[in-house]
């Protein structure tokens, strides 16, 4: 089993429809959650760190269940730039872990 | 810099051929790390240091990889004998913090490795 399962899509959505990703982890004593935005032949970067509280910034919501060992995305209002490959990651010793990513489509 | 560089941009090798890719951190960042991205997948762990400390190498694929951060600041990832099956984007990270706990990652563009 991976460390990190994603479902691939990819999702393909209309401007203005919410979309929302899951990530299951595998490692129980797993630090700290993230998601990642990978743009197509472009560096990860940070879109958001996850806590067990919940934390949004603008249109996007994270969520951690530890009990369950998965993390969401919510995305409200689709852009055609948030298209992109969206990448869960967890922390656990000195490696921050990735999964294989998914990839989502926002058509006008 | 303002950002984690990455050299070269590109690189195709032939099959059996050594490569060194450059990570040049953001400056202050004691945390430096490879990955490895295929086609479609997500980037994989290879390697970590601590300044000039490689703290933990368990992701290196073979002996034929190795890195080093002889100054703790820039890094070198070389590929002996390389195969096709190296090829692969090589990602440089930085971090400002130490180990994992809240590490967020600033990532070089890259080196696009092509083993013909």
């Known amino acids: 089993r991976k460390e990190v399962e994603q479902d691939p899509g990819p999702f393909n959505v209309p401007e203005g429809a919410t979309v929302a990703f899951n990530c299951t982890y595998s490692?129980?004593?797993?630090?700290?959650f993230f998601w990642y935005r990978q743009d197509c032949r472009k560096e990860p970067k940070l879109l958001m760190s996850v806590y067990s509280s919940g934390n949004e910034d603008g249109r996007f919501t994270a969520q951690l269940n530890r009990a369950s060992q998965y993390i969401s995305l919510l995305i409200r209002d689709s852009k055609l730039s948030d298209s992109a490959t969206y990448l869960c990651a967890y922390t656990g010793g000195f490696k921050t872990i990735f999964g294989a990513g998914t990839r989502l489509f926002v058509k006008a | 810099g303002a950002g984690v560089s990455q050299s070269p941009r590109y690189k195709v090798a032939k099959r059996g051929q050594d490569v060194a890719l450059r990570c040049d951190p953001i400056s202050g960042h004691v945390s430096l790390f490879w990955y490895q991205q295929a086609l479609g997948q997500g980037p994989e762990f290879l390697t970590y240091?601590?300044?000039?400390?490689?703290?933990?190498k368990s992701g290196l694929p073979s002996d034929r990889f190795f890195a080093e951060r002889p100054e703790g600041s820039v890094s070198t990832l070389k590929i002996q004998r390389t195969q096709q099956e190296d090829s692969a984007v090589y990602l440089c990270?930085?971090?400002?913090?130490?180990?994992?706990?809240?590490?967020?990652?600033?990532f070089g563009a890259g080196s696009r490795l092509t083993v013909l």
């Open positions: 990270a930085s971090s400002l913090m130490i180990g994992a706990g809240a590490n967020v990652l600033t």
């Open positions: 490692n129980s004593a797993s630090q700290s």
């Open positions: 240091f601590q300044n000039e400390a490689q703290l933990d």
